[in-house]
């Protein structure tokens, strides 16, 4: 037992902040339980996409994320087994073994571009937290079966609102498409030069907007060759073309933009 406590120490010592915090039950009301919708796995690109959304589905949160932690989470999440464990398999192996026990995620404030997040351990009767990027934290929760928060604060620089009732910043399309108005700060967070495009919210099942390869988290930045320069514009492009006729569009996909085809 003496030597696990020994490696766990040798892990927690190479990672940043480690203080006692306060119980879960004292958690700030601004804080949303998530789970996580999807995610989005892109082996050629630099960067993959996980969508949380909180549990009344009313905000949604795209991350961009590595490869690696992005199959991480999918692997869990639609409960594929490996001969081996694989780095977060590990990790929660670890803790199981010296009785340590992953509390809850908060992700909990965004810096530019750059998001972060805290991890909330119990160990011997005490709370401790400790800094972690939100994938590694995502991919570690979902081990644990342990809760997943995101503060206020990252909510409105960079989530997004899927309430019904909010038809001002969304479009429903019949091909099983919502989008979401862009805003400066998800523009800057998706790396785009100015908040043009429109964000994609939700893909049904089954759709034509699956099928063509749409993911929660894509942003369109052109239909049928034309620039999109808010979501009316997009809204009104639609219209124009009429049902019953297919949809080129061009996407943007962390660092890679993708041309897709809608078909009705």
């Avoid at 915090?21 to 996980?50: I, R, W, Y």
């Avoid at 805003?183 to 893909?203: H, I, N």
Wanted: charged share 25%; hydrophobic share 45%; glycine share 10%.
């Amino acid at each position: 037992m003496k030597r696990w406590i020994i490696v766990l120490w040798i892990i927690f010592s190479s990672i940043p902040l480690m203080n006692p915090v306060t119980p879960l039950a004292s958690e700030g009301k601004e804080d949303l339980e998530v789970t996580v919708k999807g995610v989005d796995l892109n082996p050629m690109g630099e960067s993959s996409v996980v969508v949380l959304v909180d549990l009344k589905g009313e905000m949604a949160l795209p991350i961009l994320i590595g490869f690696s932690e992005a199959r991480a989470i999918g692997l869990k999440i639609n409960d594929i087994k490996t001969i081996r464990p694989m780095t977060h398999d590990l990790m929660n192996n670890i803790f199981d073994r010296v009785k340590v026990k992953l509390v809850r995620v908060t992700i909990n404030k965004v810096e530019g571009s750059i998001i972060y997040s805290i991890l909330y351990l119990k160990l011997d009767g005490s709370e401790i937290q400790i800094d972690s990027r939100p994938s590694d934290g995502i991919a570690l929760a979902v081990r644990a079966g342990a809760p997943i928060f995101v503060s206020r604060e990252v909510l409105e620089a960079v989530g997004v609102k899927l309430a019904e009732s909010d038809q001002e910043n969304r479009f429903v399309m019949g091909q099983g498409l919502t989008v979401q108005k862009m805003t400066p700060l998800l523009g800057k967070y998706f790396g785009l030069e100015s908040p043009e495009g429109v964000l994609v919210s939700d893909v049904k099942p089954g759709s034509p907007a699956e099928r063509a390869g749409l993911r929660p988290g894509d942003v369109i930045i052109e239909i049928n060759g034309k620039r999109i320069h808010s979501l009316r514009g997009f809204e009104s492009m639609v219209q124009d073309i009429g049902e019953g006729k297919r949809i080129k569009l061009l996407v943007q996909r962390g660092a890679d933009s993708i041309p897709l085809v809608m078909h009705p």
